[in-house]
């Protein structure tokens, strides 16, 4: 089945401890993205990547960041931790420019 | 500054009725437009999209229609459905910039539609 995997769905932390969110996609996709959704304030762009070793960052990249050492694996990384960067995270990708994108199931994270 | 705005929050309409949800846009450069469809819980799923080059695209019940002179687009759910109860997020994508540019989705804040009985 063709999907977006993100580990783990849910996750709390403390401040300042370290994370990382996996990301992975078995569809041979060039692109992929980060975002997070708060309440009044939609999708906003962490990261994304073109292709391996392609990385920029999107709206808002403060705090996060990523690698894409290979071309199905997306992670973010979260090197110290802080209360607002509570949210629900997405992972996409898409083939190439101009299609949708797919996205993961999301992963709920609570720092405290 | 917000790129891609939604400005209903909520949207109610009746099972049968046609359905509009409305978005626009202030930067003339986007050149793709997207829709997506949110349950709660779930990720977001791509519904339908068009070209800035196009005004028109139609995939069954849903139609995207984009007035680029006015920087509006509009999805039609016709006739809607139950299963349409959702979070809408309209979503533009920036054209890649000439050299080492990446590109990326901007999403607006999305419409909560209820298909009421």
């Known amino acids: 089945e063709a999907q977006v995997t993100q580990n783990p769905r849910y996750l709390i932390t403390v401040t300042g401890k370290k994370l990382t969110v996996t990301c992975s996609q078995n569809?041979?996709?060039?692109?992929m993205s980060w975002y997070r959704q708060d309440p009044g304030l939609g999708l906003r762009q962490i990261y994304y990547?073109?292709?391996?070793?392609?990385?920029d960052k999107g709206d808002v990249p403060e705090g996060y960041k990523v690698s894409r050492k290979e071309k199905r694996n997306f992670p973010l990384i979260l090197e110290s931790p802080s209360p607002n960067q509570t949210s629900l995270y997405f992972c996409a990708s898409s083939l190439r420019q101009g299609f949708g994108y797919t996205f993961g199931s999301g992963t709920r994270l609570t720092v405290v | 500054d917000q790129q891609v705005k939604q400005n209903s929050p909520s949207l109610s309409v009746q099972e049968g009725r046609i359905s509009i949800l409305n978005c626009d846009y202030t930067n003339s450069m986007f050149d793709y437009f997207l829709w997506y469809k949110k349950y709660p819980a779930e990720g977001p799923t791509f519904l339908i999209s068009?070209?800035?080059?196009?005004d028109k695209n139609e995939d069954g019940r849903f139609t995207v229609f984009l007035n680029k002179s006015a920087k509006h687009l509009s999805l039609h759910i016709v006739p809607s459905q139950p299963g349409d109860s959702a979070v809408y997020f309209c979503?533009?994508?920036?054209?890649?910039?000439?050299?080492?540019?990446?590109?990326?989705?901007?999403f607006g804040k999305g419409t909560h539609l209820i298909i009421q009985p």
């Open positions: 569809m041979n996709h060039e692109y």
């Open positions: 068009i070209s800035s080059i196009k």
């Open positions: 979503a533009a994508k920036r054209p890649r910039l000439g050299g080492g540019g990446a590109d990326g989705l901007t």
């Open positions: 990547s073109m292709n391996v070793e392609v990385t």
